[in-house]
């Protein structure tokens, strides 16, 4: 597709629950990173892949939070027992390299722990 | 570490008002810097970019970006805003050596009618 796309827009979990958060890159672009914005403030960096592989998981908090981008899938984020503080909007952005272009962001997908 | 710094944190102006929004960042290597919008509810857009070649840039909605190399900044610009710039503005950067952006902590500017 033309733009990323980013599934749910919202989802609801209480405390100690999964959830899921999908992203489709757009076509053709083999980077796809995942950011965390928690209360309209700085955007964390979490991972970073180049088509299926990790490329950097420098800012991924590893206990709980994993992350997959498999061929012709969406790539997921998945959260294992979810904490308050996991309560963010999570964005998904693809490029098609690494240098001299610029990241397209998805709309996000809200979670709000409870 | 690579950081960027974005020193107002919350602007008010009135309409036809004139805007420079600071950004430095700490990277003495080749950058990729970028200034993204963020209106209300909404994600991120892209409103210019950089880089190499003419260190003034212009974006979308009228907005411009001088980098300049020695003071490590990247200031956004517009000569005069609209109550429809009211947004969160983030100053983003990307080094060759980390694939993934940097970013500021973000402005929201406010413009009154």
């Known amino acids: 597709g033309e733009e990323v796309a980013q599934t749910p827009k919202h989802l609801v979990r209480g405390e100690g629950q999964k959830a899921k958060l999908y992203c489709a890159p757009i076509?053709?672009?083999?980077?796809v990173f995942w950011y965390q914005q928690v209360l309209k403030n700085e955007f964390k960096f979490l991972i970073s892949?180049?088509?299926?592989?990790?490329?950097?998981e420098t800012g991924m908090p590893k206990e709980r939070f994993s992350a997959k981008c498999l061929p012709n899938s969406p790539c997921s984020l998945e959260i294992q027992a979810t904490k308050l503080e996991d309560s963010a909007v999570y964005f998904c952005a693809s490029s098609p390299r690494t240098v001299n272009t610029e990241a397209f962001f998805g709309q996000g997908t809200r979670l709000t722990v409870v | 570490a690579q950081s960027v710094s974005q020193h107002n944190h919350h602007v008010i102006l009135s309409e036809a008002a004139s805007l420079e929004l600071g950004c430095n960042y700490s990277y003495g290597g080749t950058v990729n810097l970028f200034w993204y919008v963020q209106y209300p509810g909404q994600h991120l857009q892209l409103l210019l970019k950089y880089f190499s070649g003419d260190p003034l840039v212009k974006g979308i909605k009228g907005f411009e970006a001088e980098f300049i190399k020695s003071k490590f900044s990247f200031n956004l610009r517009k000569p005069s805003v609209q109550w429809s710039d009211t947004a969160e503005y983030f100053c983003a950067v990307k080094s060759t050596g980390r694939r993934a952006l940097t970013f500021g902590s973000g402005t929201r500017l406010q413009v009154q009618p």
């Open positions: 076509k053709g672009h083999s980077y």
């Open positions: 892949f180049q088509n299926e592989n990790v490329f950097d």
